[in-house]
T-cell receptor
Framework: DQQVKQNSPSLSVQEGRISILNCDYTNSMFDYFLWYKKYPAEGPTFLISISSIKDKNEDGRFTVFLNKSAKHLSLHIVPSQPGDSAVYFCAASSIIQGAQKLVFGQGTRLTINP | DTEVTQTPKHLVMGMTNKKSLKCEQHMGHRAMYWYKQKAKKPPELMFVYSYEKLSINESVPSRFSPECPNSSLLNLHLHALQPEDSALYLC?????????????FGPGTRLLVL
């Protein structure tokens, strides 16, 4: 039972254009969502997050949109840069036994072409 | 400073060996996590420690034994592992146990079981 899904395993975007990464979830108990970026042989690096009471959060080139009714969130990167090439994981948070539990999507490999 | 450190970076062990992975953070975070990540898969939660007490054990086999000696340190003791336990082991921390906060990840320990 995959509670968090990233249906696109890979995405290729031209440098300077917008990258849009998508994530769907099934559990309405999730109350906080995060995006992480991961390079090979490194731990995930936090990018941006959004609380379930908001529909948008922006930080520089990164914007996350949340559509609760559709149980869908997306990460927009604009303009895309070559250094953005990495695997991006969407994660959803819930509180279980008093502790935060993150469930990750399968990841989307983003390649930015010069 | 949002650094979580993990040692060793790489570990090769036989199925009869006993070894330990170490994770350290000096951010004053009171929740610490162990995750396992197989190749081309998302991180999967193993254990959660909250205020140095084990909060969540995701039905992890007993050959993995976590320990939290103090609020800055988290260990994962390994004994009689199987080749399928080969993976990247990630440690993460966050300020409180149940707050809507980001988990910060270390670089991971890449484990190979022969």
């Amino acid at each position: 039972d995959q509670q968090v899904k990233q249906n696109s395993p890979s995405l290729s975007v031209q440098e300077g254009r917008i990258s849009i990464l998508n994530c769907d979830y099934t559990n309405s108990m999730f109350d906080y969502f995060l995006w992480y970026k991961k390079y090979p042989a490194e731990g995930p690096t936090f990018l941006i997050s959004i609380s379930s009471i908001k529909d948008k959060n922006e930080d520089g080139r990164f914007t996350v949109f949340l559509n609760k009714s559709a149980k869908h969130l997306s990460l927009h990167i604009v303009p895309s840069q070559p250094g953005d090439s990495a695997v991006y994981f969407c994660a959803a948070s819930s509180i279980i036994q008093g502790a935060q539990k993150l469930v990750f999507g399968q990841g989307t490999r983003l390649t930015i072409n010069p | 400073d949002t650094e979580v450190t993990q040692t060793p970076k790489h570990l090769v062990m036989g199925m009869t060996n006993k070894k330990s992975l170490k994770c350290e953070q000096h951010m004053g975070h009171r929740a610490m996590y162990w995750y396992k990540q197989k190749a081309k898969k998302p991180p999967e939660l193993m254990f959660v420690y909250s205020y140095e007490k084990l909060s969540i054990n995701e039905s992890v086999p007993s050959r993995f034994s976590p320990e939290c000696p103090n609020s800055s340190l988290l260990n994962l003791h390994l004994h009689a592992l199987q080749p399928e336990d080969s993976a990247l082991y990630l440690c993460a921390s966050k300020p409180t146990s149940s707050g809507l906060e980001t988990q910060y990840f270390g670089p991971g320990t890449r484990l190979l079981v022969l």
